[in-house]
């Protein structure tokens, strides 16, 4: 949540991503399709979750990518993105 590729009419105040198994997450990252980066962190830091949960800044129009990388129960790593377009 945002689902990938949303336009949406106002800022999301909550970035949310929801796991099948608990996943401890390790970094994540929200930059603007100019490379402008914003400071966000997990919720739940570094501790295993199944909803990965984040609060952006205020950000303005324009197009975003919020990458996250992790490491399942098992030992993976895991990665993902999604991005999502902020309107006027």
Same mark, same amino acid.
């Given at each position: 949540?945002?689902?990938?590729?949303?336009?949406?009419?106002?800022?999301?105040?909550?970035? $949310?991503?929801?796991?099948?198994?608990?996943?401890?997450?390790?970094?994540?990252?929200?930059?603007?399709?100019?490379?402008? $980066?914003?400071?966000?962190?997990?919720?739940?830091?570094?501790?295993?979750?199944?909803?990965?949960?984040?609060?952006?800044?205020?950000?303005?129009?324009?197009?975003?990518?919020?990458?996250?990388?992790?490491?399942?129960?098992?030992?993976?790593?895991?990665?993902?993105?999604?991005?999502?377009?902020?309107?006027?």
């Amino acid at each position: 949540m945002p689902a990938h590729g949303a336009q949406l009419a106002a800022p999301p105040e909550m970035i $949310e991503i929801r796991f099948d198994d608990a996943m401890r997450i390790i970094s994540v990252a929200l930059t603007s399709a100019s490379g402008d $980066e914003y400071s966000v962190e997990s919720l739940s830091g570094r501790a295993a979750t199944e909803t990965l949960q984040v609060n952006p800044p205020e950000l303005p129009a324009g197009d975003y990518i919020f990458e996250w990388r992790g490491i399942a129960r098992d030992g993976h790593a895991m990665s993902g993105e999604l991005s999502f377009s902020v309107q006027e």
